[in-house]
């Protein structure tokens, strides 16, 4: 498996405002990804974060209102920008390991919850 | 895309007995089938997952079954107990792309 943290684990914003969500791997690993799971919903893929290219977005979600950076193969943060309370969610970072393997682990979530 | 359904969506037990979560994908390429356990305000976890070449595959009390034809799989929990209580998940994917998630099925069992 994989030992992921995420910061902040809970936090309580204004409208229009903006939050960084930092995702820290203990090892190495290719593929990350960024979720969004509403309350009482499933998961929902945001972004696909390769290091070295620029992230891959599903429908419905954009560049300007989730950028991504990936700077290293251990560490990845997700911003939500320009927040309103439709924004309120959890946020979840996870990982595939491996090359030829499909595991793929989620860190602890971050709670957002926007005034 | 890859789409995946899930039945039911609760599902209630008595201790003891049987609990069975099905699912259907759309995605022939997809070649890896993972199961979820999210408890309330914690991550998800993987609890047991089967790849295309199996037909079924068994964990002490947990057992995924794989139908490829007809592209359904199962999750079966067998002499379940309080603790088993969560949300279940599953999810399809392939070597290529990101994994697609069930709606979800909330099991409660009671005691």
Not at chain 1, 55 to 69: H, M
Not at chain 2, 62 to 82: C, D, G, M, R
């Amino acid at each position: 498996s994989a030992v992921i943290s995420q910061k902040p684990s809970r936090d309580i914003c204004q409208r229009g405002t903006s939050l960084t969500i930092q995702c820290q791997v203990d090892s190495q690993v290719t593929m990350m990804f960024w979720y969004r799971q509403q309350p009482g919903q499933s998961l929902t893929l945001i972004a696909t974060a390769n290091q070295g290219s620029e992230a891959t977005y599903e429908s419905g979600f954009v560049i300007d209102k989730f950028p991504i950076s990936r700077p290293n193969l251990t560490f990845s943060t997700l911003t939500v920008s320009n927040m309103s309370p439709e924004d309120s969610s959890i946020y979840l970072c996870s990982v595939k390991k491996g090359a030829n393997y499909n595991e793929q682990f989620f860190g602890p979530g971050t709670r957002l919850t926007v005034l | 895309g890859e789409n995946v359904e899930q039945h039911p969506s609760t599902l209630s037990v008595q201790e003891g007995d049987s609990a069975v979560i099905k699912c259907t994908y759309s995605d022939s390429a997809s070649n890896y089938f993972p199961w979820y356990k999210q408890e309330l305000g914690k991550r998800p976890q993987l609890i047991i997952d089967i790849r295309s070449n199996v037909g079924e595959k068994k964990d002490q009390r947990i057992a995924v079954t794989l139908n490829k034809t007809a592209k359904h799989f199962s999750l079966h929990i067998t002499e379940t107990q309080p603790e088993d209580s969560a949300v279940y998940f599953c999810a399809a994917s392939n070597n290529n792309n990101d994994m697609r998630f069930g709606a979800g099925t909330r099991l409660t069992v009671k005691p």
